[in-house]
């Protein structure tokens, strides 16, 4: 029998990329690939590449130059490129790194196998359609192999928000839901391979509308399926957006036991008139009274949100008016991030902050989320949690999950394997992380 080939994969940005080279990963295996974990081995490369972070695409260039000196010495290696920024640059792409031989975009990877077929005839190969056909049926099942405790899982693409700032909806395009049952027998073929906390991922994850048995599935609708089934025992989601955080799904955080008690909702800035100009259609206020109404819901709920600092004509006054938000709502987590431009996107074309404006406020703010982590984190010591365990520890002897309230919690010297969801004492809280002992 021949060697297999082996594939390479380099996965950059969002959890959607992680399930997304997964499943590329299982298309090619179809071909022949295995995975490795060096691109020196490696048959074919594949960078499966994000637009959000700034200057995407030239890291993306930086990264296939380091290629050169592997293709020069294994002419036969294949190098590919997926996700969002292939989507943008498209022929681009070939056309300043002639060594690649393959651009394919997130909506259709399923094509994969055909375009890897073509490359090895000795062919370019290049597909940013967005196709009628649906790709999750397109590829084949996920092989039985076991799996870790956690999964994530892709129920909607796309985004109609249209945020000023963002390339989503062109790159991924308009928002499209998978029908439910599809997802329920993905969600239990997870389960059946070990998985006990499933993700569900969306750019615009609450805006869910699946077709199901008696017409469209809101998420709450598709929550409550899973819920049923056995030997699932967490479910989250990510990332949602205000407008969409509708009744009865804020009713499911306060009444599904298999909802965790964790809540990433991105604000993006306190102040109305930057929401506006954000095009984020929700104000500082109703962001706050959305906040109190999930809170009543689910009074122990751990928030989590997103922030752009020195977004275009943002004053002083504007970035305080997100330092006020933020002290009122107290993140458990947050990210926050410079705004960059995007090519394409109506806030590319406006006055921008001067960058040493836009860096000291993203200190600013990230000193008052990272204070107010920590004492969140704080209040954790003392209290019981149930971790579901994932890994070892660095330290031997030592195990680490993650609590219900995604907090990464280690144990040291329990008699506890990868898998096992156990109660646990909160004895220490440390940078980013909790140390407890099993109850």
């Known amino acids: 029998m021949s060697e297999p080939k082996k594939l390479f994969i380099k996965t950059y940005g969002c959890q959607m990329n992680v399930y997304d080279s997964e499943r590329m990963a299982e298309a090619l295996g179809g071909q022949g690939y295995v995975e490795t974990q060096s691109p020196d081995d490696a048959d074919m490369i594949l960078l ?31 190098i590919g490129v997926a996700g969002c920024v292939a989507q943008a640059e498209g022929e681009e792409i070939m056309r300043r790194q002639p060594l690649v031989d393959l651009v394919v975009g997130p909506q259709s990877y399923h094509r994969l196998p055909e375009m890897e077929a073509k490359t090895r005839a000795g062919e370019k190969a290049l597909d ?13 099942s996920r092989p039985k192999a076991t799996r870790g405790p956690t999964a994530f899982l892709t129920v909607q693409e796309g985004c109609d928000k249209f945020c000023a700032f963002c390339v989503v909806p062109y790159t991924r ?30 750019q615009n994850v609450n805006a869910y509308h699946g077709a199901g048995p008696n ?28 407008n ?15 909802l965790m008690p964790y809540l990433h909702l991105p604000v993006q800035a306190g102040s109305d008139k930057i929401l506006k100009r954000m095009n984020r259609s929700h104000t500082a206020d109703s962001y706050l009274r959305l906040v109190e109404r999930i809170r009543a819901a ?17 004053t002083e006054e504007d970035f305080q008016a997100t330092l006020d938000l933020v002290e009122e709502v107290r993140y458990g987590y947050a990210y926050s991030f410079k705004y960059s431009t995007r090519p394409g996107t109506p806030a590319a074309e406006r006055p ?67 898998g096992d969801l156990r109660r646990v004492r909160i004895t220490a809280s440390g940078a980013n992380s909790l140390a407890g002992e099993l109850v």
């Open 48 to 78: 499966n590449t994000c637009h959000i972070r700034e200057k995407a695409a030239e890291k993306v260039y930086s990264e296939l130059g380091r290629f050169k000196g592997l293709k020069a010495d294994k002419p036969d290696l294949k």
């Open 128 to 140: 940013t359609d967005f196709p009628e056909e649906d790709k999750f049926e397109k590829l084949k």
């Open 173 to 202: 395009g308009a928002e499209v839901s998978r029908p439910a049952d599809r997802i329920l027998t993905e969600a239990r073929d997870l389960v059946e391979r070990g998985v006990r906390e499933i993700t569900l991922l969306g």
């Open 215 to 242: 017409g469209d599935t809101s998420l709450a609708g598709l929550i409550w399926e899973l819920n049923k089934i056995d030997g699932l025992e967490r479910i989250r989601f990510t990332t949602s957006h205000p």
């Open 244 to 258: 969409d955080m509708t009744d009865d799904l804020i009713e499911a955080h306060g009444t599904c036991d298999k």
């Open 298 to 314: 689910r009074p122990d709920i751990l928030m989590s949100g997103d922030f752009i600092v020195g977004f275009p004509e943002e």
């Open 352 to 418: 921008q902050v001067p960058e040493d404006k836009a860096t000291d406020r993203l200190h600013r703010l990230q000193a008052l989320i990272t204070r107010h982590q920590r004492e969140v984190q704080d209040d954790m010591v003392g209290r019981e949690v149930r971790v579901l365990f994932e890994k070892a520890g660095r330290l031997e002897g030592q195990m680490v999950g993650k609590s219900e309230y995604l907090h990464a919690v280690h144990v040291g010297g329990a008699n506890v394997t990868s």
